[in-house]
């Protein structure tokens, strides 16, 4: 079992910055892959990053790509994604998840056994 608890989410103007934290118990944290989701109003919940175990490697949805980075530290047990140059288009709930299967980064859904209960990311004009 792995339990996730999302923070840092709030109201910041178009061009702001964000850090979400993710902080995650249960399993050993380093066992498993952390992807990042986000789901606005109306909208099916998209994948936005991914990282490795080690967090070696990193995986990106191209809309965030260059804007977004996630990181995580296996000593904390914590997982970040830190957001510049925020846009309106950006404003949803943001999920932090978990995929046990040991298998290469995933942006299904399908893949993440465990999910945070997400944190709402607001973006004025």
């Known amino acids: 079992q792995v339990q996730l608890v999302e923070s840092g989410g709030g109201l910041v103007q178009a061009g702001g910055s964000l850090r979400l934290s993710c902080a995650a118990s249960?399993?050993?944290?380093?066992?498993?892959?952390m992807g990042w989701f986000r789901q606005a109003p109306g909208k099916e919940r998209e994948f936005v990053a991914a990282?490795?175990?080690?967090?070696?490697?990193?995986y990106y949805a191209d809309s965030v790509k260059d804007r977004f980075t996630i990181s995580r530290n296996n000593i904390k047990n914590t997982v970040y994604l830190q957001m510049n140059t925020l846009k309106p288009e950006d404003t949803a709930v943001y999920y932090c998840?978990?995929?046990?299967?040991?298998?290469?980064?995933?942006?299904?859904?399908?893949?993440?056994?465990?999910w945070g209960q997400g944190t709402q990311v607001t973006v004025s004009s």
């Open positions: 998840a978990a995929d046990t299967s040991l298998g290469i980064l995933s942006r299904r859904r399908e893949e993440y056994d465990y």
């Open positions: 249960g399993r050993t944290f380093g066992s498993y892959a």
């Open positions: 990282i490795s175990r080690s967090g070696v490697s990193t």
